[in-house]
């Protein structure tokens, strides 16, 4: 086969300063754990460690290669060729991975599995037939983690040359979307025996099975290849392994910035109800105005450390809550809580309560998915860019759509009522045992 593109070199000095570049992330992660209820110290050491480890991998002098694919493929067999035959001065660690199933739809399950490859140089990715949906999926998600990698076909000798030829052919073609290079082999690691038919002097014959010898013949180069660019593609493998690292860092960070939000979204939301509880709201739009606020949005921001200007956190806050009043969302919070209040035993409430319970309730909601997207926003290194209001009012629906399915909204309903106790007056609210529930539609005064 015609050699690919040349491995694209990665300059040593930019890997090692993007890992010294973690420790400041890591200090973060320490500073930021003294303030928390949970233990932190193990965890920073961890991340340290492994920072550690990175910047002395630059100095391996071992290739690391992993065959890997779906039970079934011939990868046992396969490694236990490649040992003897490409081991020599130059340590050779072969690895066999095998494919965990999955559905073809399950990204994260695809996204794990090459996280858990990542300290591998170079990948041969065997398949016996055509690419099927998830073995598709994994080369683009190898690809796309940078990964060295190969695509064979093995037990070619299943096929006859003219099918071969078309499996190949297809091959090549679904390759060519994958981003780098990928070259396509076919090999038969342990090939069928074949029938000999030996003809004497005497004009008789005879028939006995031999095995032939493997055929890697397309394969050895690659990986003799892959041996002479050793030094580039274990500084390609610790480039990607300090990615991994960065977003194991941020997620340590989001986590404890969870921990510390989440006690004033609960605040927020109660401080909604109680705007809405004492002044019943005519419209849809102030109801979301009252939980969706500039206040809720520049707090957040802060504390994910992604600041926003008062304005600006306004602005993104109205706009929001258009697009919440748009798609339907306060009424779909209504309807949520109307329901948990209807199963409430024993209550008789106006349409005040139910509107400051909705408050709190898309105050919550809001607050969540303000959460998920400057979490995600720090995984992807992009904290600078304006926060898009329809990006996170799809979050809200969606998790709206979620807690609808869950206990959530009887269990805030129960908190709201015993706060909502000691402020409602005149009978506004009034606990009748025995009685069955009887709600004043959404809007109605007290």
């Known amino acids: 086969p015609a050699a690919p593109a040349a491995i694209a070199p990665v300059s040593r000095a930019t890997v090692l300063a993007a890992l010294e570049a973690l420790l400041p992330l890591i200090e973060q992660v320490e500073q930021e754990g003294k303030t928390s209820e949970t233990p932190y110290q193990v965890q920073v050491a961890r991340l340290a460690q492994r920072q550690g480890d990175l910047v002395a991998a630059l100095d391996r002098s071992d290739l690391r290669v992993a065959v890997v694919g779906a039970p079934g493929t011939g990868k046992t067999t396969l490694v236990q060729h490649l040992q003897p035959t490409t081991l020599g001065e130059q340590a050779l660690l072969i690895t066999e991975v095998n494919r965990p199933a999955s559905s073809p739809d399950d990204s994260s399950a695809a996204t794990d599995w090459a996280a858990a490859i990542a300290d591998q140089d170079a990948l041969i990715y065997l398949v016996t037939e ?21 695509l064979v076909l093995n037990k070619q000798d299943h096929y006859q040359p003219e099918h071969r030829a078309t499996v190949l052919a297809n091959l090549q073609q679904r390759v060519q979307s994958l981003p780098g290079t990928v070259e396509v082999v076919a090999i038969a690691a342990a090939p069928n025996p074949i029938k000999v038919r030996t003809h004497q002097a005497d004009g ?32 390609q493998t610790v480039q990607r392994q300090g ?34 509880l004492a002044s019943p709201l005519p419209s849809l739009d102030l109801l979301a105005a009252v939980a969706i606020n500039g206040q809720l949005v520049m707090d957040l921001g802060r504390i994910y450390g992604q600041p926003l200007t008062l304005d600006q956190a306004k602005v993104a806050a109205a706009e929001l809550a258009g697009l919440v009043v748009k798609l339907g969302l306060v009424e779909a919070s209504t309807q949520v809580l109307t329901t948990a209040l209807k199963s409430h035993a024993a209550t008789y409430l106006v349409g005040g309560v139910v509107q400051g319970l909705s408050a709190a309730y898309l105050t919550h909601v809001v607050g969540e998915s303000l959460m998920d997207c400057l ?60 009685e069955t529930a009887a709600i004043a539609p959404a809007g109605d005064g007290p």
């Open 130 to 150: 055509d690419l099927t949906a998830s073995a598709q999926g994994d080369l683009l998600t190898l690809a796309t983690a940078g990964h060295t990698l190969v």
């Open 204 to 235: 008789t014959h005879q028939e006995r099975w031999e095995t032939p010898d493997p055929d890697l013949d397309h394969l050895q180069p690659i990986v003799q290849r892959w041996r002479q660019t050793q030094p580039h593609l274990v500084t």
């Open 243 to 276: 990615q991994y690292l960065r977003q194991d860092i941020q997620r340590a960070l989001n986590q404890l910035r969870r921990d510390r939000a989440r006690p004033l979204v609960e605040t927020l939301q109660w401080t909604a109800a109680a705007t809405a």
């Open 375 to 434: 979490e995600a926003r720090a995984l992807r290194g992009d904290t600078t860019t304006a926060l898009c209001p329809q990006t996170l009012a799809q979050a809200v629906q969606a998790l709206m759509q979620r807690t609808q399915q869950t206990d959530f909204a009887k269990a805030l309903v129960q908190q709201g009522l015993q706060r909502f106790q000691a402020t409602v007056k005149g009978g506004e609210l009034a606990l009748a045992s025995g």
